[in-house]
C-alpha cells in the first residue's frame, strides 16, 4: 500500500516533463521541497549546459563543412596542370596563368560566401539553444516567438534603408558582382574595392580618397576588373600620312609588344588594328584594341602609346598639331590675329 501511495506521490509531485533529478530525490527522500531543488540546483543547469553543449558541438560540425566546401574550392587545379605537364613557358601555360585571376577569384568569391554562412548558421543555432534555454527554465516561448515576429516587422517597417542594404549586400556576394581588389564604377564613386561588407563597401579611387557606399544605394556597378579588360587607343595621324603604312607601322608595333616576354601573363590576345575610327578636323583616328588581363589595361595603354610615339618618330609620321594662322582683313594689318587649326605644316 504504501508503495502504491509513493508512486502517486511521485506523478503528483514530479511530472515527465520535470528533470531526472526530481523524481530521483523525490523517491530517495520522499521530501517535495528537496525534490524541487533538486531540479533547480541540478537537473536545470545540467540541462542547460547539455543544450549549450550540443550548439557547440552543431557549430563546430556545421563550421567544419563550410571548411571543407571552401577548401575544396580553394584547390589549384591550373597550376597542377601547368606544373605536371611543364607548360609554364607555352601558349598554353600562358593560357592557364591567366586563368588562374578567374580562379582566384572564385576562391574569393568562395571564402566570402564562407565567411556569410558561418555567420548565418551561428545566430540560427544560438537563438535555437535561447529559445531551448527559455523553455527549459518553465516559461512559453510561444507568446515570446510572436512578440519576436511583431517585433521583427516593426523594425523591419522603421529600418527599411537598413534591409536593403544587407539584402543588397547578399545578393552583391552570391552574384559575384565586384570583390576585394576590383576596380569599379558605382555611379558616385569609382575606385579599387578595400572591402565589400553585408551594409556598406568601401572604395579607394586613384587620388587616394576613400568612400564608403551603402550597398542599398548602389543601382549600377561597372566592374573593370573581372574576367579581362580591353585597351582601345585612338591614334590620330595626318590627313597626308599613308593610312596602310600608319596600320602596318601599328601593327608590327603591337605585335613586338605581344612577342615581349615582360607583357607575356599581361595581354591576353594579340593586338588587333581595326582601322579607321573616325575623320574629323583633328585628324584621322585609328583604333588600336588590346585584350589585356583585369586591371592591366591602363599600364598596357601607357606603354603601347610609348612605343607607338618612338616609332611614328622613326618613320616620320606625323601627328596633327594645331597651327596659328594671322590673317589680315580689309582693315590692314592693325587686326587682331585669329587662331585657327590646321592638320599639318602648310602656307598662311
Excluded at 40 to 66: F, S, Y
Excluded at 186 to 210: F, H, K, P
Excluded at 288 to 303: L, S
Aim: proline share 4%; with cysteine; net charge negative.
Amino acid at each position: 500500500m504504501s508503495l502504491v501511495v509513493n508512486a502517486v506521490k511521485e506523478y503528483e509531485e514530479c511530472s515527465p516533463d520535470q528533470a531526472v533529478s526530481c523524481r530521483v530525490v523525490w523517491k530517495l527522500t520522499g521530501n517535495e521541497t528537496a525534490a524541487d531543488v533538486a531540479e533547480w540546483v541540478i537537473g536545470k543547469p545540467t540541462a542547460i549546459l547539455v543544450l549549450i553543449i550540443i550548439g557547440l558541438v552543431a557549430r563546430w560540425i556545421v563550421h567544419r563543412l563550410i571548411d571543407r566546401m571552401v577548401k575544396h574550392a580553394e584547390e589549384p587545379v591550373a597550376g597542377k596542370v601547368g606544373g605536371r605537364f611543364g607548360l609554364g613557358s607555352t601558349p598554353l601555360g600562358s593560357a592557364l596563368k591567366r586563368a588562374d585571376h578567374t580562379h582566384s577569384r572564385r576562391l574569393q568569391r568562395t571564402r566570402t560566401l564562407g565567411s556569410l554562412l558561418k555567420s548565418i548558421s551561428t545566430g540560427v543555432i544560438f537563438t535555437i539553444v535561447v529559445m531551448m534555454t527559455i523553455a527549459e527554465l518553465g516559461y512559453n516561448v510561444g507568446p515570446l516567438l510572436a512578440s519576436a515576429g511583431i517585433l521583427g516587422v516593426a523594425l523591419g517597417f522603421g529600418a527599411q534603408a537598413l534591409v536593403r542594404d544587407f539584402l543588397s549586400g547578399i545578393f552583391m556576394i552570391f552574384e559575384d558582382q565586384y570583390g576585394v581588389g576590383d576596380f569599379v564604377d558605382v555611379g558616385e564613386a569609382s575606385g579599387t574595392v578595400e572591402a565589400v561588407g553585408l551594409r556598406v563597401t568601401r572604395l579607394r579611387d586613384t587620388e587616394g580618397t576613400v568612400w564608403y557606399v551603402r550597398n542599398g544605394e548602389i543601382l549600377r556597378v561597372g566592374n573593370m576588373s573581372q574576367n579581362w579588360a580591353r585597351t582601345v587607343l585612338d591614334v590620330a595621324v595626318a590627313y597626308t600620312e599613308d593610312l596602310v603604312k600608319v596600320r602596318r607601322v601599328l601593327a608590327e608595333v603591337a605585335h613586338e609588344m605581344w612577342e615581349s616576354p615582360d607583357f607575356e601573363d599581361r595581354m591576353i590576345e594579340e593586338p588587333e588594328v581595326w582601322g579607321v575610327q573616325s575623320i574629323s578636323a583633328d585628324g584621322v583616328l585609328i583604333r588600336v584594341a588590346v585584350k589585356t588581363a583585369p586591371q592591366e589595361q591602363w599600364a598596357i595603354g601607357r606603354e603601347l602609346r610609348q612605343r607607338i610615339k618612338a616609332r611614328f618618330d622613326a618613320e616620320d609620321i606625323e601627328v596633327p598639331y594645331p597651327e596659328w594662322v594671322v590673317r589680315t582683313g580689309a582693315g590692314g594689318p592693325g587686326m587682331n590675329p585669329v587662331p585657327t587649326q590646321d592638320d599639318g605644316p602648310g602656307e598662311a
